[in-house]
């Protein structure tokens, strides 16, 4: 069985009661839930991590080499700044899927901008906890069976 990790970057613990107008009324638990149905229903083993501090999302990207098959990966704002998790993404050799439950294009300018989405395989944006759900399908496809 393929072993994927999705891992929620800074904030996204709040989800549920973080600005609902923007990221939705769905409880960070809810979603987790519903990804691990998904991931099962897909045939694929799932482990999720969250952390609000850049290091220990760096650490959880070299540990996931040796562990898992893909990584799903929404950053938070980190996404638009973080050249040291850009770097650990370059540094890994499995896939990595960039997510993000807002369109981050259509917001702030300073959203506009993802320093990580070069080394990322691609990147899903604006489909609210549905980005995850896509993110699983397509690593899905790339991680085989
Ligand atoms: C986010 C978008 C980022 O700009 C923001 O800083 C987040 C969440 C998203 O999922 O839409 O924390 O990554």
Known sequence: MKKILVIHGPNLNLLGEREPGVYGTDTFDSINGEIMELALEKGLSCEIFQSNHEGEIIDKLHMA????????????????YSYAIRDAIAAIKIPVIEVHLSNIHARDEFRHTSVIAPVCVGQIAGFGKHSYFLAVEAMKRIVGE
Request: hydrophobic share 40%; net charge neutral.
């Open 65 to 80: 080499r040796k562990e898992f098959d893909g990584v799903i990966l929404n950053a938070g704002a980190y996404t638009h």
